[in-house]
């Protein structure tokens, strides 16, 4: 174990963005020891890192940000140097079902980690660093006009968003209260590969694949600011080795799309791919009742993450939505174990009996 540099743990290494940056780490760090801890709960999906499963510097580790205990026990047996931090509740709609879920997993646990990170990096925290991945949904809804910059005072209007709100003011609270060297950033909307098709663009691919119908909110004029995936991971790479402790980092494309012209837009893609005649998939699309209190606009100001520490998005939307589209169409398995939950076998098979 001390044979490396570092001893990183990235929570919830198994959903969506922390598989695509488990992935990057083990394959660009290999002097890094890379822990993911995941309570692999419907969003957690081990067959999203089957490529780097079984590599020196890769470990997977099942528990709960919420067990104190089992937070301790794998902080005794890695002396961590790092915690990345993604494990959360995520989606919208859920948390206006169930907000307590949210305000146990994003508020509880991220606090039960902070509380971790002090007890054993005690009072010589030296090389030590707690990154927090967070959202843009924390500033709250854009009219028109205007971008949230790092200085934006936070608004969160949903049970999702209030809760990474308060998890990111812990965060800074245990950096001033206790000297806890933190950093954070907030992100747009990401797409890419291994999105579990709940969200708008895997579900919008899912149901013109199975021609069913595309459920639009409300008028469908909101507008979200799209980053690819592994655009998001690089960022978090970036402020990981580069940025500035106690300091926070707006990440985004500069890539506003309204819900309506972005679904046009796959049905394009779709048609063309499986070679149905142009505008089939576009007489799918539905207009449902709206989410909720559903926020207006998001747009992110990403200027201080470039001119400080020099990162930029490297692909065009079209071009990242093409790459999307072809993962979902030449993965059928995940996209069928994920939407029939036989991807909950997988940890089952693969690690339980080690
Ligand atoms: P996701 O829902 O795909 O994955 C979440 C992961 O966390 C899953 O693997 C799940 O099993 C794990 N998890 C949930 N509760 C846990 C717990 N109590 N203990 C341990 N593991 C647990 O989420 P995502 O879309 O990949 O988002 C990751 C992070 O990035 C979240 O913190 C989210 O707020 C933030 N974020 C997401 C986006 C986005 O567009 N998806 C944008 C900005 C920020
Ligand atoms: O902005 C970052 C956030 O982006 C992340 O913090 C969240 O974890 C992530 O889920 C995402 O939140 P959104 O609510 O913006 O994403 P979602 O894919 O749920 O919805 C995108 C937009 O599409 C939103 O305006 C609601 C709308 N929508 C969504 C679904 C699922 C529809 O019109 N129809 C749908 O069926």
């Known amino acids: 174990m001390n044979t490396f540099s570092k001893k990183i743990m990235i929570t919830g290494g198994a959903g969506f963005i922390g598989s695509h940056l488990v992935r990057l780490f083990v394959n660009n760090y290999p002097a890094y020891l890379v822990v993911n801890l995941d309570a692999l709960t419907y969003a957690g999906n081990l067959e999203n890192l089957r490529d780097v499963e079984g590599r020196v510097n890769y470990v997977f580790e099942k528990g709960d940000i919420l067990d104190e205990a089992r937070i301790g026990e794998l902080?005794?047996?890695?002396?961590?140097?790092?915690?990345?931090?993604?494990?959360?509740?995520?989606?919208?709609?859920?948390?206006?079902?169930?907000?307590?879920?949210?305000?146990?997993?994003?508020?509880?646990?991220?606090?039960?980690?902070l509380n971790a990170c002090r007890q054993y990096w005690g009072k010589d925290m030296k090389g030590k660093l707690f990154y927090h991945v967070s959202t843009d949904e924390v500033y709250g809804s854009l009219g028109e006009t205007g971008f949230f910059t790092e200085e934006t005072a936070y608004d969160p209007?949903?049970?999702?968003?209030?809760?990474?709100?308060?998890?990111?003011?812990?965060?800074?609270?245990?950096?001033?209260?206790?000297?806890?060297?933190?950093?954070?950033?907030?992100?747009?909307?990401?797409y890419g590969s291994h999105h579990f098709p709940e969200k708008l663009i895997p579900l919008m691919i899912n149901n013109i694949k199975n021609n069913k119908s595309l459920p639009v909110y409300g008028k469908g004029e909101n507008?979200?600011?799209?980053?690819?995936?592994?655009?998001?991971?690089?960022?978090?790479?970036?402020?990981?080795?580069?940025?500035?402790?106690?300091?926070?980092?707006?990440?985004?494309?500069?890539?506003?799309?309204?819900?309506?012209?972005?679904?046009?837009?796959?049905?394009?893609?779709?048609?063309?791919?499986l070679g149905r005649p142009e505008g089939s998939s576009a007489k799918l699309i539905t207009y449902v009742t709206d989410r909720p209190g559903h926020d207006l606009r998001y747009a992110i100001d990403a200027t201080k993450l470039n001119r400080?520490?020099?990162?930029?998005?490297?692909?065009?939307?079209?071009?990242?939505?093409?790459?999307?589209?072809?993962?979902?169409?030449?993965?059928?398995?995940?996209?069928?174990?994920?939407?029939?939950?036989?991807?909950?076998?997988?940890?089952?098979?693969?690690?339980?009996?080690?």
């Not at 902080?75 to 879920?101: C, M, N, T, W």
């Not at 991971?233 to 980092?249: E, L, Q, S, V």
């Not at 398995?333 to 080690?354: F, L, P």
């Open 75 to 113: 902080f005794g047996k890695y002396q961590f140097d790092a915690v990345i931090h993604l494990a959360a509740e995520s989606h919208v709609d859920r948390s206006i079902k169930d907000p307590l879920a949210f305000v146990r997993t994003n508020v509880l646990g991220t606090v039960t980690l």
């Open 157 to 190: 209007r949903s049970p999702y968003s209030a809760s990474k709100a308060s998890s990111d003011h812990f965060v800074m609270a245990y950096h001033h209260t206790y000297g806890l060297p933190v950093v954070m950033s907030n992100c747009s909307n990401n």
């Open 223 to 273: 507008v979200r600011d799209w980053l690819f995936v592994e655009d998001h991971a690089r960022a978090i790479d970036t402020i990981f080795h580069k940025g500035n402790i106690g300091d926070k980092y707006n990440v985004g494309g500069f890539n506003e799309w309204k819900n309506i012209d972005l679904v046009h837009l796959l049905c394009r893609i779709m048609d063309k791919k």
């Open 308 to 354: 400080e520490l020099g990162w930029k998005p490297s692909l065009q939307f079209e071009e990242g939505l093409e790459k999307t589209v072809d993962w979902y169409l030449q993965n059928e398995e995940w996209v069928r174990h994920v939407t029939s939950g036989d991807y909950q076998h997988y940890y089952a098979d693969q690690y339980a009996k080690r």
